[in-house]
Nanobody, 127 residues
Framework: QVQLVESGGGLVQAGGSLRLSCAAS????????MGWFRQAPGKEREAVAA????????YYADSVKGRFTISRDNAKNTVYLIMNSLKPEDTAVYHC????????????????????WGQGTQVTVSS
């Protein structure tokens, strides 16, 4: 298991930007595919973005394509989510998660594939 701690959330106006960070400790970070999920009140947790070990493969939910960017720095054991052009509907608690994978290029997007989760960071976008 890897331990994950998110930071960078906050209150921002619509159209603004935030950068979320997720610091990992424990097992070898570079062996894990990573994902960002979000959960709004009354809604299920949904995948927002994901990235492979190598960083070469990424996934984005349709709702955030062109606005969010996921990246990772394996030397710093950190994964990032840069969020631009934020909308009120982006308001949610954002969680990062880690999934063990067999190859550097594999990504995961299903909740059940992720074995380690952070506590989450609140993002609130005002209109």
């Amino acid at each position: 298991q890897v331990q994950l701690v998110e930071s960078g959330g906050g209150l921002v106006q619509a159209g603004g930007s935030l950068r979320l960070s997720c610091a990992a400790s424990g097992r070898t970070f570079s062996s894990y595919a990573m994902g960002w999920f979000r959960q709004a009140p009354g809604k299920e947790r949904e995948a927002v973005a994901a990235i492979s070990w190598s960083g070469g493969n990424t996934y984005y939910a349709d709702s955030v394509k062109g606005r969010f960017t996921i990246s990772r720095d394996n030397a710093k054991n950190t994964v990032y989510l840069i969020m631009n052009s934020l909308k009120p509907e982006d308001t949610a608690v954002y969680h990062c998660a880690a999934a063990m994978t067999l190859t550097p290029s594999q990504i995961k997007v299903q909740r059940a594939d992720f074995g380690s989760w952070g506590q989450g960071t609140q993002v609130t976008v005002s209109s």
